[in-house]
């Protein structure tokens, strides 16, 4: 994207004049803002984490009770590239957009937490992170920095101190529910915004792939930035089927400049 095509420019044009009318927007967020930090999205079967292990075998809730080693064993090499991912300019610029007021909510698909290391806050991590892991035994819930950087370098697999019992990370595995007050926080904000930009998400997994319906459905505006179609393409006021780490600076850049 050296040269900006005409279309991109109407569309930035159009996103800035959009934004700069909100007054409660709102991001949803997904694999698309993190790929270009190097995590793959690991719902889908070319990210490479797939290769020798079936998801439904690992990464699901029945799964992990019945063989909680053979999920650590797969989720290492994902962990591993959370630890080394650094947020990247679309982070950064959600970051910015909140702090100069345009954005109040970022509800995240993503368990990396790399929003928050990019600066923003009130994120809703409506799939879990790795911040945080939950005794299976008790349900104490510890802070991951103790236990995933250990699981990652030495493959220790993660016990509760009180009782001994496995931990999970407290992320949402296949066959889970969403964490239940995140998720009516993200229901509210989006029937509450009057703006939802979407960034890197295809809108395909449920039930939040529904979150944009939502605030369509009260009268939002709908800004998508994803390389792929979305469902909502149609109802969307601009749509950038571009990278959502070049496209997001370009509209902050604008969105910020002096008026
Ligand atoms: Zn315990």
Not at 70 to 93: T, V
Not at 100 to 119: C, F, K, P
Not at 200 to 223: Q, Y
Request: glycine share 6%; hydrophobic share 40%; proline share 5%.
């Amino acid at each position: 994207m050296s040269e900006l095509s005409e279309a991109i420019q109407f569309g930035l044009r159009c996103a800035t004049d959009i934004i700069r009318g909100s007054r409660r927007a709102v991001v949803l967020s997904g694999a698309g803002i993190s790929t270009p930090s190097g995590i793959p999205d690991f719902r889908s079967p070319d990210s490479g984490l797939w290769e020798h292990f079936d998801p439904f075998e690992v990464a699901s809730l029945t799964s992990f009770r019945h063989n909680p080693a053979n999920f650590y064993e797969w989720m290492r090499g994902l962990a591993r590239l959370i630890l080394d991912a650094q947020p990247n300019p679309a982070h950064f610029s959600l970051a910015k957009l909140q702090q100069s007021g345009y954005v109040q909510t970022i509800i995240t698909q993503n368990i990396d937490s790399l929003h928050q290391r990019a600066g923003s806050h009130n994120v809703l991590e409506v799939h879990g992170s790795l911040e945080t892991l939950s005794c299976t035994g008790c349900y104490q819930r510890v802070r991951g920095q103790d236990y995933v950087e250990a699981f990652v370098e030495r493959a220790e697999m993660p016990y509760c101190p009180k009782c001994g019992a496995i931990l999970k990370p407290d992320l949402v595995l296949m066959g889970e529910q969403l964490p239940a007050k995140t998720w009516l926080q993200a229901m509210q904000a989006s029937k509450n915004c009057d703006l939802m930009i979407v960034a890197g998400s295809s809108l395909e997994v449920l039930p939040v792939a529904g979150l944009p319906m939502r605030a369509l459905e009260n009268g939002a505006r709908l800004i998508l930035i994803n390389y792929t179609k979305t469902y909502l393409d149609v109802r969307a006021d601009v749509v950038f089927h571009e990278d959502v780490a070049e496209i997001l600076p370009l509209i902050v850049k604008q969105v910020t400049r002096a008026e």
